[in-house]
């Protein structure tokens, strides 16, 4: 296996020549909580200026892609469309339109609203999400917990508020409806929810659920290749014509690596120098560097 490249002017200069679409994941990589990360505007922009294809494709379920629009125009980042914003929250959705999933059944959420609002966009009725956040079961007697069972797919992602009425809801409607899905958004096991600390991601969400039905859930978001099949449609671009940045070994550069891509790693995130060239680390990237600004020092010297 190659040894990871540290970023320098001279092989930026063959990277970028190679590459006509740069694909980022957002936490850890553009920002870090609501903070942006020093120098990203400008990376973009140059980027642009270069007429490359600037992408975001991100494994946090917290939002819709119409709220990510939001978030990157309030961090400045104004030239950044809804169009250009890949999210697990809308590959959940996809998922079930692309495998014909019926429009009678319904969708129960594990999750943030991103993920109700992306499934109503589908056309789909979604139940739980953060409406449930304040439900608790009742362990009486005789109680029988209901759950609806027209259900059909579970959606499990990021969810700040998981409970004990959540997981029964879910557990029951995989366990017990015919045929229901599950479906998980993406397995990260912690994510930089604020800037100055990692909190545990939706992979915990995901692994209380595999525990309690005895199921693995269909992983749509990153490594999962899923999301690929809609950027290639849009782009028209080759995967070994993109380069996807991102700051995860077993995320962003596995989903990279799979897909055939070019791959990145910034240590701005998850990832450290160490932990990316200790011996027992079997995936490596193309590329490292300390964050994505160094494009742009890096196209500037000599």
Request: proline share 3%; net charge negative.
């Given at each position: 296996?190659?040894?990871?490249?540290?970023?320098?002017?001279?092989?930026?200069?063959?990277?970028?020549?190679?590459?006509?679409?740069?694909?980022?994941?957002?936490?850890?990589?553009?920002?870090?909580?609501?903070?942006?990360?020093?120098?990203?505007?400008?990376?973009?922009?140059?980027?642009?200026?270069?007429?490359?294809?600037?992408?975001?494709?991100?494994?946090?379920?917290?939002?819709?892609?119409?709220?990510?629009?939001?978030?990157?125009?309030?961090?400045?980042l104004?030239?950044?469309?809804?169009?250009?914003?890949?999210?697990?929250?809308?590959?959940?959705?996809?998922?079930?339109?692309?495998?014909?999933?019926?429009?009678?059944?319904?969708?129960?959420?594990?999750?943030?609203?991103?993920?109700?609002?992306?499934?109503?966009?589908?056309?789909?009725?979604?139940?739980?999400?953060p409406?449930?956040?304040?439900?608790?079961?009742?362990?009486?007697?005789?109680?029988?917990?209901?759950?609806?069972?027209?259900?059909?797919?579970?959606?499990?992602?990021?969810?700040?508020?998981?409970?004990?009425?959540?997981?029964q809801?879910?557990?029951?409607?995989?366990?017990?409806?015919?045929?229901?899905?599950?479906?998980a958004?993406?397995?990260?096991?912690?994510?930089?929810?604020?800037?100055?600390?990692e909190?545990?991601?939706?992979?915990?969400?995901?692994?209380?659920m595999?525990?309690?039905?005895?199921?693995?859930?269909?992983?749509?978001?990153?490594?999962s290749?899923?999301?690929?099949?809609?950027?290639?449609?849009?782009?028209?671009?080759?995967?070994?014509?993109?380069?996807?940045?991102?700051?995860r070994?077993?995320?962003?550069?596995?989903?990279?690596?799979?897909?055939?891509?070019?791959?990145?790693?910034?240590?701005?995130?998850?990832t450290?120098?160490?932990?990316l060239?200790?011996?027992?680390?079997?995936?490596?990237p193309?590329?490292?560097?300390?964050?994505?600004?160094?494009?742009?020092?890096?196209?500037?010297?000599?």
């Open positions: 296996m190659a040894t990871p490249q540290l970023l320098s002017s001279s092989n930026l200069k063959s990277l970028f020549d190679s590459v006509n679409t740069f694909l980022f994941d957002c936490d850890g990589v553009i920002w870090k909580g609501e903070t942006l990360i020093d120098g990203v505007s400008q990376t973009l922009d140059l980027l642009r200026s270069k007429g490359k294809n600037v992408v975001f494709v991100t494994n946090n379920s917290m939002k819709s892609r119409r709220q990510y629009a939001e978030k990157f125009r309030s961090l400045g104004t030239s950044v469309t809804q169009d250009e914003i890949f999210s697990s929250s809308f590959a959940a959705a996809m998922y079930l339109k692309v495998n014909n999933f019926p429009m009678d059944k319904k969708v129960y959420v594990i999750g943030g609203e991103g993920v109700i609002e992306e499934l109503k966009f589908a056309g789909y009725t979604a139940l739980g999400g409406e449930d956040s304040d439900k608790k079961p009742q362990w009486k007697s005789n109680c029988l917990f209901e759950h609806d069972k027209s259900v059909g797919a579970v959606v499990v992602g990021l969810d700040p508020n998981i409970n004990y009425y959540k997981l809801y879910g557990t029951l409607c995989v366990r017990e409806n015919p045929g229901c899905l599950f479906i958004t993406n397995r990260d096991s912690v994510g930089h929810m604020t800037d100055l600390q909190w545990p991601g939706a992979g915990c969400m995901v692994s209380a595999c525990g309690s039905t005895d199921r693995e859930p269909i992983v749509v978001g990153k490594p290749t899923f999301m690929m099949d809609f950027l290639l449609h849009k782009f028209g671009t080759e995967t070994s014509r993109m380069c996807m940045v991102g700051d070994l077993d995320t962003d550069i596995l989903f990279g690596q799979n897909a055939g891509c070019k791959t990145l790693l910034v240590l701005s995130g998850v450290s120098e160490s932990k060239l200790e011996e027992g680390n079997n995936i490596k193309d590329y490292y560097t300390s964050m994505v600004s160094d494009i742009l020092k890096l196209m500037d010297s000599p």
